[in-house]
């Protein structure tokens, strides 16, 4: 896959790294055989080969929007995907690199932001998860 890194990334090594994983996809599909969301959505873009083509946009300095965060936020890295790619595409590492980016570029709404807060306090706490595990 043919990429140009934007200037804006051209300096970060993360961005070396997410440029060589995109390189290395053929758009061939078999990663979407085996991924849930894509299976259960029906959408490309909620799919590897999709998503691929969206950290490709970020990559080459498009513009990042709350649509692109959701189909990214919409992966469960479950990487089944990698097990089935024939070309060996590190799909788990690009996607981590891909949520960075974007994180860093989309600001989320209240609500979202209220909701991971809330979950990563509850989550990490023995005591907040056990006193839930009991209702």
Not at 25 to 39: D, E, I, L, M, S
Not at 96 to 105: C, K, L, T, Y
Request: hydrophobic share 35%; aromatic share 6%; net charge positive.
């Amino acid at each position: 896959m043919d990429l140009r890194v934007s200037t804006s990334y051209e300096g970060l090594a993360t961005a070396k790294e997410a440029a060589g994983i995109v390189q290395k996809c053929v758009h061939c599909g078999f990663c979407n055989a085996t991924c849930p969301t894509y299976q259960l959505l029906g959408d490309e873009l909620d799919g590897p080969r999709g998503r691929i083509y969206l950290m490709k946009s970020m990559l080459e300095g498009n513009p990042v929007s709350e649509h692109t965060q959701l189909h990214l936020d919409r992966c469960l890295t479950c990487r089944s995907c990698e097990s089935t790619c024939p070309s060996g595409v590190r799909y788990g590492r690009l996607l981590e690199i891909g949520r960075e980016v974007a994180e860093q570029q989309v600001r989320r709404s209240l609500k979202d932001r209220l909701v991971r807060f809330a979950l990563r306090k509850i989550m990490t706490s023995r005591k907040w998860l056990g006193l839930l595990s009991r209702i």
